[in-house]
């Protein structure tokens, strides 16, 4: 990415920032649809998990400049074939991923969170080798900017706690640009900020339940999917994608180290609000009380494993009481269960179980709608911590070699 890393032979004019870096955008050649396509797989993953960065996906390929410099021509309307090209085939791709395997993740999110939190953590991780390469020198400019941008994370992490609820059309909106982080700045996850939002499930839902739609030709569900969740998402990336591929592509040129090192920041900041062992948090559900009483559904709760479940509901505020009408480990969710929550304005509270297609889509055409939360089970063990340790490593490796493969992997070996 740097000067002395670009191939002589490629003959791009460099463009000298103040900092005294020279950053050239290598786009010359035949354009790699083969790369172009497994970045595309690897950019939809990335944007269906909190804690990885689709843009860190894109920089592993070696892809990541030429992206930005295609996106941002494409949004000047500087039309050429490669640009058209590179960024059709990186969300083209992308597109397909999320739509093919948005309920695949979704149950693996809830069945298997702390196992999936352990991988997300070391593909994060995975990507810093190569933004490491792009900081050097490193420079106190470069420290201070990656510390701001990992202080930002943590923030994200402790102080800001995921919500719940159905999200209005501008919080998807606001969603949807938040998204366009994961495809463009490598380090940060726009999937993980949209689980501090409390727009994580509900849009990942969303996507799941529009494909059921689609599936079931149920053209009438489709539709009211699409106009409530997937336009005002889809508006919000498309406006996030314009102003930050424009704004990125100069910082890189101007600033490029410190632009860096804050990304950086990001990168290594990202990883602290997926701690796999994290008890969940019911703060947002006082919401759904009626008359200062939360009345609670419960299924899969066995008292040597769902202990955090009651201590965590007892913390709720001190005006709302909790009451729990059932709750057993062989609670079977079907239309009793739908109809005893209708009845009592009741939350269901599913823990470490699974929850059938069918019983989903009957809450979410349930009038008045319930709330469904699945809570995973995140309890800590010798055995999971041994599990979680390899699934880091596993997670590393994968996106480390990804970037060894990239054409600024090979140039750094030479």
Known sequence: MRQDNVNKADDQPAIQSPEGDATAIRSSGSIPFIRLSITGVFMGLANLVPGVSGGTMVLALGLYEEFIQAFSDLTRLRLSLRAIVVVGMLFGVSALTIFGLAGVVQFLMEAFLPGMLALFIGMTLGGSPMLYKEMKPVGPQSLISGGIAFVLMGLLAFVFEPGMGTPGFFMLFVGGVAGSAAMILPGISGSYILLILGLYLPIIGGVSAFKDALSARDMAQAFDIGWSILLPVGVGVVVGLMILSNLLKFLLKRYHRVTIGFLMGLLLGSVLGLYPFKETRFNK?????????????????????????YRNLKKLEPAVSVRVLSAASDAVLDDSTLDQATSASAVIIAYDTDVSAAFRRAIRTADPKIELLIVPNTEFSVPKVFMVLGLMGIGFFITFLLGRMGPEGRDSKA
């Not at 559904?297 to 769902?306: D, K, P, R, T, V």
Request: proline letters at 4%; glycine letters at 12%; hydrophobic letters at 45%.
């Open 285 to 309: 559900l006082p919401r759904y009380a009626v008359d200062g009483e939360l009345r609670v559904l419960g299924a899969g709760w066995e008292a040597n494993e769902s202990w955090s479940v």
